[in-house]
């Protein structure tokens, strides 16, 4: 990983965005920072695309990661959510190449498997996995959020 080892990590979404900031430290994941951003429902879809590229640059602004890894979209029935989704990686990978980062992107099964250990695993099972891999501060999170933190390490994990 270039510059340093902290990695801004994504579970992208236009409802709610999960991010999470994790570094290398010691050879251990550890846990800076995890948020869900949420933005209005009753907001035009590029008002929210707004809102939500604003809080990424706010974050890489503020964290300074050395990549940004994003989980890819896989969709089964909604392809205008799909759609949407993708257009917000877009601004998430546009606002990273602008700022030269290291751009990595994971599909879901890959961030089961660096996770759970297993492709298929539940969202239950990944929000279980989390607080055994890392620290976490003790606070409710969403699932997003939860996505975010298993992205980043899979990320981290798989870059040495």
Request: glycine share 6%; with cysteine; net charge neutral.
């Amino acid at each position: 990983m270039p510059r340093n080892t902290r990695v801004l990590a994504f579970d992208p979404g236009y409802e709610r965005l999960g991010a999470a900031v994790l570094e290398k430290q010691k050879g251990k994941e550890v846990l800076l920072h995890s948020e869900c951003v949420r933005t209005p429902a009753d907001l035009p879809f590029h008002e929210r695309l707004k809102l939500v590229g604003a809080a990424a640059e706010a974050l890489i602004q503020e964290w300074q990661p050395g990549a940004v890894a994003l989980e890819e979209v896989f969709f089964e029935k909604n392809a205008k959510t799909a759609m949407q989704v993708a257009e917000v990686r877009g601004v998430l990978t546009y606002l990273a190449a602008t700022r030269g980062l290291e751009v990595y992107q994971y599909t879901p099964s890959e961030v089961k498997v660096a996770v759970t250990g297993h492709g298929g695993s539940s969202k239950a099972a990944i929000a279980l996995m989390v607080p055994k891999l890392i620290e976490l501060p003790k606070r409710p999170r969403l699932d997003d959020e939860l996505d975010a933190i298993a992205v980043g390490i899979t990320c981290l994990a798989s870059r040495r």
